[in-house]
C-alpha cells in the first residue's frame, strides 16, 4: 500500500446539491470539463452514482449524483430524509448550490433541515449561484440569512454560467479532500470530446437493455452533432451490428428497444449538459468488424461462426 504521504495525492467524493434549476449541472460541467471518464458511467458509490471527475494540483474531486431528493414533495420523515440523501451522505464534502435572486425558498429551507441530519460530519460549503442576477447588498443579506441558518464551512459566489468564482471553489474543494491516493487512474479521465461521451452513454444503454446478448458486438458512433439556434442539439448516432441478425435485437419488437434505449440515452445526456437534446438512432450491420480478430481475442471472446 502506498502512503498518501509519498505521493501527496487526496482524492474524495464531493456532492452539489440544491433545488432543480439552482445550477448543478452548469455547475459541475465548468469544474469538471470535458474531463469525465468513461468510467463514470459504471461505476457506482454504494449509493450515489458518479458524475465527473475534476483534477486540481494533486487532488482528484469525484463529483456524485444525489438523484430524486429534491423535486418538491410533501415533508419527508428522517428516516426517508437519510435515505433518500444517498448521494451527499456518501459525500466528504457537500456543496449547497442557491440561487442568488430566489433566496431561502421553501425548497431550501426543506434542505436545510435534511443538512441537520446529512451534514453531520462533513463539510458542507454554501455556494450562491447567479449572482450576475442580483445587485451587490442582496448578495450580502443572503450571505448572512443563511449562514444563520446553517454553519457553513464557507461561502461562495458563484455564477456557474459565467464562471465566476467557480475556479475559488475548486480550490477550496481540493484543499478540503482528505489525503490518500487517487480513486481513479489518471488515464481513465482522459479530456474525451462530447461526442464520445454521448456514445458511450447510448452504449451503455444498449448493454444494459440486452444484458448478455450481444455485449461486445456492438459501436456506437455519434455521426453528426448540430447546434440549434434555441440552445438544444441534435445528435445522429449509429449503432453497428456485426450481422444482419443483431438488427433485429437491437430494434425489438416493432423498435421498441431501439426507442427505450434512445429515451434514456437522451435524459442522461440532457441532464449532463443541461439542455435539450435531440437524438436520433440507426442501427447499422458492419460486417467487416468480424476482421478485427485481435480486439476480440484481447476481450477474451471468440464471435467466429458457431461459437456465438
Ligand atoms: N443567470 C445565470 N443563469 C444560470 C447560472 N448558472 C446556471 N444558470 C441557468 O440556470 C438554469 C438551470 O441550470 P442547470 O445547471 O440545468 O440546473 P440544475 O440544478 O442542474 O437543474 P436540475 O437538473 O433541474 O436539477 C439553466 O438555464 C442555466 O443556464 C448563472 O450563474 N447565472
Given at each position: ?42 461505476v457506482?458509490?454504494t ?9 486540481e ?7 456524485v ?82 449562514n ?62 440486452l444484458?448478455q ?14 447546434e440549434?439556434?434555441d ?14 441478425g ?13 426507442k ?7 435524459e ?12 436520433f ?24 461462426d458457431?461459437?456465438?
Open positions: 500500500m502506498s502512503s498518501p504521504e509519498s505521493t501527496g495525492q487526496s482524492a474524495g467524493f464531493i456532492a452539489l446539491i440544491g433545488e432543480p434549476n439552482a445550477g448543478k449541472s452548469t455547475l459541475l460541467n465548468r469544474m469538471v470539463g470535458a474531463k469525465v471518464s468513461i468510467v463514470t458511467h459504471k457506482q458509490t449509493r450515489a452514482r458518479i458524475r465527473g471527475v475534476a483534477m494540483g494533486n487532488a482528484q474531486l469525484v463529483f449524483d444525489t438523484p430524486g431528493l429534491f423535486q418538491p414533495r410533501r415533508r419527508l420523515d428522517r428516516a426517508m430524509v437519510a435515505a433518500a440523501w444517498g448521494g451527499a451522505s456518501d459525500a466528504d464534502v457537500v456543496v449547497l448550490l442557491i440561487e442568488a435572486h430566489r433566496g431561502v425558498t421553501e425548497g431550501v429551507e426543506r434542505i436545510l433541515e435534511g443538512l441537520a441530519d446529512v451534514g453531520q460530519g462533513r463539510k458542507v460549503a454554501l455556494a450562491i449561484n447567479k449572482i450576475d442576477r442580483v445587485e451587490a447588498p442582496v448578495l450580502l443579506g443572503l450571505t448572512q440569512k443563511l444563520e441558518l446553517y454553519p457553513f464551512a464557507e461561502t461562495f459566489m458563484i455564477s456557474a454560467e459565467k464562471g465566476h468564482g467557480v475556479d475559488v471553489l475548486r480550490k477550496w474543494l481540493a484543499d478540503e479532500l482528505p489525503e490518500g491516493p487517487w480513486l481513479y487512474p489518471e488515464d481513465q479521465i482522459a479530456d474525451l470530446p462530447m461526442r464520445m461521451i454521448a456514445a458511450e452513454m447510448t452504449r451503455e444503454k444498449l448493454t444494459l437493455r444484458h446478448e450481444l455485449p461486445y458486438q456492438l459501436t456506437v458512433e455519434t455521426e453528426n452533432w448540430e440549434r439556434p440552445g438544444s442539439a441534435r445528435v445522429d448516432q449509429l449503432v453497428y451490428v456485426v450481422r444482419d443483431h438488427k433485429g435485437i437491437v430494434l425489438g419488437n416493432k423498435g421498441e428497444t431501439i427505450a434505449v434512445g429515451k434514456a440515452a437522451r442522461e445526456l440532457e441532464e449532463f449538459l443541461g439542455r435539450r437534446i435531440h437524438l438512432l440507426q442501427v447499422k450491420v458492419r460486417a467487416n468488424w468480424l476482421e478485427e480478430a485481435e480486439r476480440y481475442t484481447e476481450m477474451g471472446l471468440d464471435f467466429k458457431g461459437n456465438t
